[in-house]
């Protein structure tokens, strides 16, 4: 019998590491301190609960990064995507899933695995030395002791930043004599209409309004030693981009391109807020981009006074949490391992990947280096054109010359087109002419999807992945 490997952690990382472990064919067991200690983020004991959006963001697998990485996932069998698809509620382009059915799909394919075993208690500390295989999944929310012991371990000062939580409105609660359902240019995607978003219009003195009264309202105050923590640019409380500029908000979150007021459609709208459904039955909607570190007294009275939200009852308000990473690629070998302590392999957030999907994308690459480890047969990292490869890449400092020297500061990252090995060749048209502008870039980011999906093909078939490719229907 095989020695079970560790995994410490049942979020999205955790859960997705354990599932590809067991599906090798190697004992699990995974460590989940909920309920027994819980965090100031997460509500339940649920396995891969969301805590912050509902949404897996783009599923465009042909021009998008995050759809790309949707794709190699899925083709390695990701426990993640498949919950992810069978729970999926409309939002236009992007996957967004029921949060609550999502994270108990999850519990109940790890729960009944026979090769996974979950204990529901605190990791307190580094784990014991006979743990000879551990993957450290903890998240952002990492318990105090844990977090002390990897920093005593790495000789690092940990970093951190700050990351925000949008407010949840009951969908019965909106006024549709304001509101309407519309995706941005009226775009389907996976199990949608072309009409998933609720859109709230304002005129130019409502917008004025609201961005004065986001201004002048009271704010979280952060303790002493969190004064200097910044915040992730992928999720600015609306509050901060709103100080960055009066335009900041109707040129990010409430832009109002793509949409058309069947209300009133001969007049354009100077800005509009977009709730995306949460929820399978389509009765909770989260406002999207309005993560907040607002008073909750004042969010109420704030988002209140948005057109259509006038007696909005919301089921969650937003709130704010410090997120903590370590430096990883001064600490994390190629294929995730610690370079202090071998045993151990860290996931998720935890590194430094930021974002659901790409969280569960590297849970999946520690759970198949470590599996394989196990079993004798070395994995070699994915393919630095691929999504995960390059994802892997920016996390273990794979893209940076100067690693040795000391590198530039690491920072939080979403996968994006940045991330991969650029493309030389001109996208040329069907005339054989050289594109320009938006069709050239279209075109170019076509070509890295298609050299990304060819190029992870032929690394999973040359190290005997491609059985792995019809986990969903297990």
Known sequence: MLEPIHVIGGGLAGSEAAWQIARAGVPVILHEMRPVRMTDAHKTEGLAELVCSNSFRSDDSDTNAVGLIHHE?????????????????????????????????????????????????????????????????????????????????SGETSLAFFDAIAPIVHRESVDMSKAWFQSRYDKAGPGGTGADYLNCPMDREQYAAFVAAL???????????????????????????????????????????????????????????????????????????????????????IFRMIPGLENAEFARLGGIHRNTYLNSPCLLDSTLQMKARPALRFAGQITGCEGYVESAAVGLMAGLFASRERLGRALTPPPASSALGALLNHITGGHIETIDAGPRSYQPMNINFGLFPPIHEAPKGLDGKRLRGPDKAIARKRMITARAKADLAKWMSQEGLARLEAAAAE
């Open 73 to 153: 996932m899925r083709q390695l069998g990701s426990l993640i995507m498949a919950c992810g698809d069978r729970n999926q509620v409309p939002a236009g382009s992007a996957l967004a899933v029921d949060r609550d059915a999502f994270s108990a799909d999850v519990t109940a394919a790890l729960e009944s695995h026979p090769l996974i075993t979950i204990e529901r208690s605190e990791v307190a500390g580094l784990p014991p030395e006979e743990w000879d295989k551990v993957i450290i999944a903890t998240g952002p929310l990492t318990s105090p002791a844990l977090a002390e012991g990897i920093r005593a371990l």
């Open 215 to 301: 201004l002048a309202a009271e704010k979280t105050e952060f303790k002493e030693w969190e004064k200097d923590t910044p915040y992730f640019d992928g999720c600015l409380p609306i509050e901060v981009m709103a100080e960055r500029g009066v335009e900041t908000l109707r040129h990010g979150p409430m832009k109002p391109v793509g949409l058309t007021n069947p209300h009133n459609p001969s007049v354009k709208a100077y800005a509009i807020v977009q709730l995306r459904q949460d929820n399978k039955l389509g009765t909770l909607f989260n406002m999207v981009g309005f993560q907040t570190k607002l008073k909750y007294g004042e969010q109420a009275r």
